[in-house]
């Protein structure tokens, strides 16, 4: 997968749902977002777009995916399990819009509460949870596979 550019004007950004063929730009997109250590394997990414409740929202950009956002939903609660914008297109509202996006999804089907992980180290992580109104309520102490610990965020979503 190539490396996008910022867009410009005439390059919008639209967000759509998750298409299958989408499949392998979603794996390349979230190996260069994370470390090896904890960005997903193709067999994990496949269990959780594929899970009872799962939702993704896609962010496109000239017809190629710069970012997108799985959700998996079980009775009220839901989970984000990752959300992944390109490293060149970051800070430029993208993220918001796809947090904003599932979080309207989410409320349309009943969920009121909104839970995450994040490293506890990832400073623009924590900071990017915080402006979008998640709260830290712990810490999973060796949560990743490299032993880092991680924040438990949640946020009440209304309808």
Request: hydrophobic share 40%; proline share 4%.
């Amino acid at each position: 997968m190539s490396r996008p550019s910022a867009p410009t004007s005439s390059d919008a950004i639209r967000l759509r749902e998750y298409r299958a063929r989408d499949f392998d730009a979603l794996c390349e997109l979230d190996r260069v977002c994370f470390p090896l250590a904890i960005a997903y394997s193709r067999h994990d990414m496949q269990a959780y777009l594929s899970a009872p409740g799962a939702d993704c929202v896609v962010a496109e950009n000239n017809g190629g995916v710069v970012g997108f956002c799985i959700t998996v939903r079980a009775k009220q609660q839901a989970y984000i399990v990752t959300i992944d914008v390109a490293e060149g297109l970051r800070k430029q509202g993208i993220g918001g819009a796809l947090i904003v996006e599932a979080e309207k999804r989410l409320a349309s089907r009943g969920i009121r509460v909104v839970a995450l992980d994040t490293a506890t180290d990832n400073v623009s992580a924590i900071a990017f949870w915080q402006t979008h109104g998640y709260r830290k309520i712990g810490i999973r102490k060796g949560y990743y596979p490299d032993g880092r610990d991680a924040f438990a965020m949640t946020k009440p979503i209304a309808r």
